[in-house]
């Protein structure tokens, strides 16, 4: 019942990067928007960033702006995001999840969620 899985979490610095990738079976990459969330201990799961199935339309949560860059590739059915000045707050465990339109409301078509990777950021 998994058709996404996360990786790429870690432990890093503040100010540090890291990419999560996103492995998508090949049917619901091609037909399907996908979003990035994130949820943090005592949190509620909130949404990151968002991409349509053509990869024409692009969506940003206002915290990430100009930090993190969401992005696609066909050939090997995958979406990335890759996140850059990394922040304490940004500690999360991050799920990768099909979207409906419009991809701005950041919400999920399912329930089904994976297993996430987890995403420190710490001195």
């Known amino acids: 019942q998994v058709h996404l899985v996360e990786s790429g979490g870690g432990l890093v610095q503040p100010g540090g990067s890291l990419r999560l990738s996103c492995a998508a079976v090949r049917s619901i990459f091609d037909y399907y928007n996908i979003g990035w969330f994130r949820q943090a201990p005592g949190k509620e799961r909130e949404g990151v960033a968002a991409i349509s199935s053509s990869g024409g339309e692009i969506f940003y949560a206002d915290s990430v702006k100009g930090r993190f860059t969401i992005s696609r590739d066909d050939a090997k059915y995958m979406v990335y995001l890759q996140m850059n000045s990394l922040k304490p707050e940004d500690t999360a465990v991050y799920y990768c999840?099909?979207?409906?339109?419009?991809?701005?409301?950041?919400?999920?078509?399912?329930?089904?969620w994976g297993r996430g990777t987890q995403v420190i950021v710490s001195t």
């Open positions: 999840m099909t979207v409906k339109d419009p991809i701005g409301t950041m919400t999920p078509r399912n329930n089904y």
